[in-house]
Nanobody, 126 residues
Framework: LQLVDSGGGMVQPGGSLRLSCASSNGFILNYYTIGWFRQAPGKEREGVSSIASISGGTKYADSVKGRFTISRDNAKNGVYLQMNSLKPEDTAIYYC???????????????????WGQGTQVTVSS
């Protein structure tokens, strides 16, 4: 499985971005739990949101609840992270990650995932 994440950019506080995660080699992402993670300079990688395989159950970090929405489009074989009301503290490199089937313990724990995209930069600044 090869993942491609995209959609990052620079926005002002309060703005929105939509990140995309796709498979570049034909794997069906609906059979994978997908997580979005971010890593700011000097900080550890943290889980932002996840969506479970098949059931589509979602989970969010407290810091993004009510502002970010994760979703799937099975017809397009993509997973998306809609980010609204962005704050400067959301600035980071964002990564999508995938794990076949379910995730064992915590779907927002980076160590649960073994397939990662290359990352896309999100910068929130005025």
């Amino acid at each position: 499985l090869q993942l491609v994440d995209s959609g990052g950019g620079m926005v002002q506080p309060g703005g929105s971005l939509r990140l995309s995660c796709a498979s570049s080699n034909g794997f069906i992402l609906n059979y994978y739990t997908i997580g979005w993670f971010r890593q700011a300079p000097g900080k550890e990688r943290e889980g932002v949101s996840s969506i479970a395989s098949i059931s589509g159950g979602t989970k969010y970090a407290d810091s993004v609840k009510g502002r970010f929405t994760i979703s799937r489009d099975n017809a397009k074989n993509g997973v998306y992270l809609q980010m609204n009301s962005l704050k400067p503290e959301d600035t980071a490199i964002y990564y999508c990650a995938a794990e076949p089937g379910g995730v064992g313990y915590d779907p927002l724990a980076p160590e649960e995932y073994h397939n990662w995209g290359q990352g896309t930069q999100v910068t929130v600044s005025s």
